[in-house]
């Protein structure tokens, strides 16, 4: 049957304006054209046609038709269309279920199923339960039931796809009775049966009143069958999208090929029993088309040939009429060496459009982190746009507030969790927010860099000396948290109760005044500030879906920022914002209707060109392969590519168009898109080649722009502070720094730069020394002097209990140092029963200090001494600790490693505390490392005696040189011999000057 109330607007020409030309010239009368109705797929589509007939109307006052969306209905609709299907409350159909309490039913069937073996846990059922549903929508869409998956016989399958089966014919019993318990139906569902039902309504009484079906290619079989309904009513239309009426021979391949941007239509035009080239031209503006949107046209026509026919290119240059250089007009392919580049490529021809008067411009992508190199690129000229396609939830403001605060909550507030949390914008607790950041700086500083100081927040809290940070991290933070640690340390909560928490702490976190009949935040005052803008709103939506549907949901609280994260990835927030009046940025499903206002003055960039963007990676069903989709009708895997070349088909006929892609992303090379390689061919085999312009003068542009320029390499660091800026006070451990690195000295002691400790430091090497060291010194300190007791080894040992207590709870501390403290301990004790019968005293951390004379005035030596021994004969021992290596004999003999010196030479002028003068009998490391084979060795690399007199004027040498007014402090004198720390190596730049290119960046 052929029917003239089929039309299609040509691919290249503005969808939107086109369709409401064509409109107002299908009515006779404003009042008819007010008693229209047009449906179309979505709501963004409504809004571009409305937007349309404004601009069309150029300012004169008119009446719309009604404008409603038959595609997204559920997850798009207002209540206008539900109305207009028939759904009030006279309705018969129950009401449908919402997507949360779907997902939430079907993850409940889930978890008692197992799969691989294997039970899925929470956050696994929760997101198998997503795609589940989207399965059963494309079933409804496809009129397939899930009855029909009896019919598949498991002996064709894996055992793996058997178990799926299984699965499914489950889901077959048990979902109708599910739905039947909760009173609900499936939202697709419901929106076919209104759908027939309206169809039924209008094929047995047809309307008196214009109605257009337009944009639908027919997908939904539902839809389908409202589309043959209006194309036979008496003032029904139907004007499909960029159908190419003249392909001729290939119409029949097309309908074989599910990737063609014609296949949907195919099916659509054998549904309706009509012929390509019976499908009418929609009549809409009156402008001259120009000779290149043809042209276009039929280069793409060959571009997208179908596999099974494409020995047709081989016959291009016979081909008649000949395809010639008009179809590259106006076309531009630029490839980018990476997405940096792209970015500025695109911004500056989209700046560049703006030149000239009425031009407007619009960049299309599914990459959106292009999409955000762009804007950014944008603001250089002042320019603010928007990513019409939205972001997701879990990239905005609300979003990553509420996940961080959910993943704090779980980590028990680990001190980077929870400083993620409080440094959040949001995050102000009762008071105002610049104020209550300050606290928090202070917090960090003065408790959780370093080791943590527990776990909790009241250890937090017990670890801060300062009262008045006791107090604001007591009333400002504990108190406004206070609800929901309680509802996560519940036995059983529920998907609910733990929204509610989150939902609640959140509000509280975000006032900036305290509530006057509680002891937290205003919540009030917090709701507005979280909930505001779409993004808030959007969250606002999915929380209280939770708190709704999520009541008999019972699950363990540590899956609860999985399965947040999910649900926030899962929800895409369009801008709120005022719109560019002439830039647009788009995804693929925006740019469908996007409102161009004329051909000649229109500019289209296609970003981001390669594979996985064009066309985009199948989806991944986790419970269907491609025999079984056949087998029960649903369309291929790779359904969406059609889609994505039906949408690259439309939008490269355009005059001028602009194709970008990168060659590598992320320094990874890139595969170019499969259409773009296929038009390569088809220029070739035309002899075209060559004709494509590249972007060269883009390129041009970008380099005026930012010109290369040669970087200059960096250079040691050879600062020479004025001689009264110049440190006149070391410690032992500092003059094998002032040696080895002298700008280290510089910054720490001229500059006065402090290095930050590390946030909830780990387990080291340092904090390994720390506790030795402090076990074994309030040992000696405890057993100064005589003979050791019995239960010397329990001494030591409970000193070691005290010192690891606040660290124990740390698996590696708790398994390993401990284990090797315990084996240091035993040959402690035992050393030390050796010793002491030639000791007369032993003194652990002791400081002492010495003098040295330079040209500028003495300079101040300073030691705190591990172990010092005096033995009955008036000699001084002197023993190091190491946890960790001990210096070599070799850095000793170059004068680099100076500690237990120095520490010697206190000890012979009588330098530390309240003790004699004597001579050094011996300078020694014990090398403590707690290991089964050598839990502890003695070390003495100095080979010679000590000799106070040559270090004493080895130091003051050291001291006159840098007393010299010209002497630098240099970074790294020598690369092999350098400090085992170095802190303060960054600002040197010394992997730029030192090791060039091999530096480890």
């Not at 299309?364 to 997701?392: C, F, N, Y």
């Not at 400002?476 to 948290?481: E, K, P, Q, R, S």
């Not at 220029?683 to 060269?696: E, H, K, Q, R, S």
């Not at 080895?954 to 240099?970: I, S």
Request: hydrophobic share 40%; proline share 7%.
């Amino acid at each position: 049957m052929t029917s003239p109330s089929v039309y299609s607007i040509d691919a290249g020409m503005p969808f939107a304006r086109e369709l409401a030309l064509g409109i107002a010239k299908l009515v006779d009368s404003p009042e008819r054209l007010a008693r229209g109705l047009v449906l179309l797929p979505s709501r963004r589509a409504a809004r571009a046609l409305q937007a349309a007939f404004l601009d069309g109307a150029e300012g004169v006052p008119m009446l719309l038709p009604r404008m409603l969306p038959i595609g997204d209905f559920g997850n798009d609709d207002d209540g206008r269309l539900s109305s207009f299907l028939g759904d009030d409350a006279s309705s018969d159909l129950p009401p449908p279920i919402s997507k949360i309490r779907r997902q939430i039913c079907l993850a409940k069937l889930l978890r008692h199923f197992p799969l691989g073996g294997q039970y899925p846990t929470q956050p696994q059922a929760m997101r198998l339960a997503d795609s589940l549903g989207q399965l059963l929508d494309q079933l409804y869409n496809a009129d397939a039931t899930v009855e029909q998956l009896r019919d598949l016989l498991p002996d064709q399958f894996s055992a793996h796809w058997q178990d799926i089966l299984t699965l499914l014919g489950i889901l077959i019993d048990r979902w109708p009775d599910i739905l039947a318990q909760e009173g609900l139906i499936d939202v697709v569902d419901r929106r076919n049966r209104l759908l027939r039902r309206r169809a039924k309504q209008w094929r047995d009484q047809p309307p008196d009143q214009l109605i257009v079906i337009a944009g639908s290619t027919g997908s939904i079989a539902a839809t389908r069958e409202l589309i043959g309904v209006v194309a036979n009513l008496p003032d029904g239309h139907i004007v499909l999208p960029g159908l190419d009426r003249y392909a001729g021979d290939q119409w029949s391949a097309i309908f074989e090929d599910s990737g063609h941007p014609q296949y949907q239509l195919a099916q659509l035009l054998a549904y309706l029993e009509i012929t390509p080239d019976a499908v009418q031209n929609w009549t809409g503006s009156t402008d001259p088309i120009p000779p290149e949107l043809p042209a276009r046209r039929d280069l793409m026509r060959e571009v997208f040939r179908p596999a099974a026919i494409s020995d047709g290119w081989q016959r291009l240059g016979d081909a008649s009429p000949m395809i010639n250089r008009t179809a590259l007009a106006g076309l531009k392919v630029i490839t980018a060496r990476d997405r940096r580049e792209e970015a500025n490529l695109i911004a500056l021809s989209l700046r560049e459009a703006l030149e000239k008067p009425n031009q407007t411009a619009a960049m299309i992508t599914p990459d959106r982190q292009l999409a955000e190199l762009v804007i950014a690129d944008l603001r250089r000229w002042d320019i603010v746009i928007e990513d019409s396609a939205g972001k997701r939830l879990s990239l905005c403001p609300p979003g990553r507030f509420l996940s961080l605060l959910c993943d704090a909550v779980d980590a028990n507030f680990a001190p980077l969790r929870l400083l993620s949390l409080l440094k959040h914008p949001y995050c102000a607790g009762g008071m105002n927010s610049i104020q209550f950041r300050h606290f928090v700086d202070q917090i960090e500083l003065a408790v959780l860099r370093g080791p943590r100081p527990g776990d909790g927040l009241p250890a937090i809290a017990a670890a801060l000396d300062d009262a008045e940070l006791r107090h604001f991290f007591e009333t400002h933070v504990i108190a406004n948290l206070a609800a929901l640690i309680d509802c996560w340390q519940v036995p059983n909560p529920t998907l609910a109760s733990l929204a509610d928490g989150i939902a609640e702490a959140a509000e509280r976190l975000c006032a900036t005044v305290m509530d006057s009949n509680s002891d937290g935040a205003d919540r009030g005052a917090g709701a507005i500030e979280l909930w505001k803008n779409a993004d808030g709103m959007a969250a606002s939506d999915l929380f209280g879906s939770l708190a709704a549907d999520g009541r008999d949901s019972a699950i363990d609280a540590g899956d609860m920022p999985q399965i947040l994260r999910q649900l926030l990835e899962d929800i895409n927030v369009h801008p709120f914002g005022t719109p560019h009046p002439r830039l647009t940025i788009l995804g693929a499903v925006e740019a469908r209707m996007h409102l161009a206002r004329a051909v000649d003055a229109h500019r289209l960039i296609l970003a981001g060109f390669n594979e996985g963007n064009w066309p985009p990676r199948p989806d991944i069903d986790p419970w269907m392969n491609s025999a079984m989709r056949a087998a029960v009708g649903l369309p291929p895997k790779n359904w969406r590519s059609g889609l994505s070349a039906h949408d690259v088909y439309m939008a490269i006929c355009s005059k001028d168009i602009i194709v970008t892609r990168a060659d590598k992303e992320a320094g990874t090379p890139t595969t170019k898109s499969r259409w773009l390689q296929r038009m390569e061919v088809v220029v070739n085999a035309l002899g075209l080649d060559g004709y494509i312009d590249d972007g060269a003068i883009e390129k041009a542009w970008l380099a005026k722009f930012e010109p290369k320029t040669i970087p200059q390499l960096a250079v040691r660091p050879l600062p020479c502070p004025p001689l009264a800026s110049r440190p006149r006070q070391f410690s032992a451990t500092e003059i094998d720094i002032w040696i080895t690195d002298p700008y280290a000295i510089y910054a720490k002691k001229i500059l006065r730069l402090k290095p930050l400790d590390d946030i909830d430091r780990s387990a080291d090497v340092a904090l390994r020394g720390i506790l030795f060291h402090d076990a074994l010194a309030d040992f000696s300190k405890a057993n100064s002097t005589g003979q050791l007791g019995e239960d010397a080894l329990q001494q030591l040992l409970d000193f070691g209990k005290i010192h690891f207590s606040s660290q124990i709870g740390q698996p590696s501390i708790r398994y390993f140092w401990w284990t090797r403290f315990e084996a240091m301990a035993a040959w402690f004790i035992e050393n030390e029963h050796r010793r002491r019968d030639d000791l007369q005293s032993i003194h652990a951390e002791i400081s002492g200090i010495i003098f040295l004379q330079a040209e500028q005035g003495p300079v101040k030596l300073t030691a705190r001494a591990d172990r010092l021994e005096y033995d009955k004969d008036g000699q001084w021992t002197i023993v190091d600790y190491k946890t960790g290596t001990v210096p070599s004999g070799s850095l000793i003999k170059k004068g680099v490693r100076n500690q237990l010196a120095v520490e010697g030479l206190i000890a012979f002028d009588g330098g530390f505390e309240s003790l004699p003068a004597g001579a050094v009998r011996s300078l020694e490391y014990w090398q403590l490392s707690g290991k089964k084979s050598a839990p502890g060795e003695i070390k003495t690399p100095f080979a010679d005696l000590f000799d106070a007199d040559e270090v004493r004027d080895r130091l003051e040498r050291l001291a006159n040189y840098f007393d010299q007014a010209d002497t630098p402090y240099a970074s790294e004198l020598d690369p092999i011999n350098v400090p085992p720390f170095k802190p303060y190596q960054h600002l040197s730049r010394s992997r730029e000057w030192l090791y060039g290119d091999n530096a480890d960046e």
